[in-house]
């Protein structure tokens, strides 16, 4: 998908939404810049989350509870690993208790070197990633391989 713009892409987070079921850890690859966080307020507004979202960055990571009784999902799992966290990291931050959780999605920014531990583990997860095209355009990517920003 190409976005155009930050509307565009808070719109395909919302879309991306509706899809998800719960269980589900979604890599999230891109520049700085490129509109990861955006990507997850949109799932978070679809997913009726009335608080302000922002990066995880210096907290590492935020648990979002979802008042919506029409879905079995209860959280939303905003994790940011730019500062080089590891497994063991978020062993300790107690993030890796709500990977695969039924009643839980997982959003993890910079997450690319999760993907060996999630499929180890056998845990649902797709990868996203944002490329940056031009100062607005984003081509957004949905695999199950992370791709190469070459």
């Given at each position: 998908?190409?976005?155009?713009?930050?509307?565009?892409?808070?719109?395909?987070?919302?879309?991306?939404?509706?899809?998800?079921?719960?269980?589900?850890?979604?890599?999230?690859?891109?520049?700085?810049?490129?509109?990861?966080?955006?990507?997850?307020?949109?799932?978070?507004?679809?997913?009726?989350?009335?608080?302000?979202?922002?990066?995880?960055?210096?907290?590492?990571?935020?648990v979002y509870e979802i008042q919506n009784s029409k879905s079995k999902v209860q959280e939303l799992v905003h994790i940011d690993t730019y500062r080089g966290l590891g497994i063991d990291d978020l062993e300790n931050i107690?993030?890796?208790?709500?990977?695969?959780?039924?009643?839980?999605?997982?959003?993890?920014?910079?997450?690319?070197?999760?993907?060996k531990y999630l499929i180890d583990n056998q845990i649902n997860h797709k990868i996203i990633t944002i490329k940056n095209i031009n100062q607005n355009t984003r081509e957004i990517i949905i695999s199950n391989k992370q791709e190469s920003n070459k």
């Open positions: 998908m190409i976005s155009n713009n930050e509307q565009q892409t808070l719109n395909f987070g919302k879309d991306l939404a509706k899809k998800l079921k719960g269980g589900e850890v979604i890599l999230l690859i891109g520049d700085l810049g490129a509109g990861k966080t955006t990507l997850v307020k949109g799932v978070a507004k679809e997913l009726g989350i009335e608080k302000h979202v922002t990066s995880p960055t210096f907290v590492l990571m935020k107690g993030a890796l208790e709500y990977f695969g959780q039924n009643d839980t999605i997982c959003l993890v920014e910079w997450g690319s070197g999760l993907e």
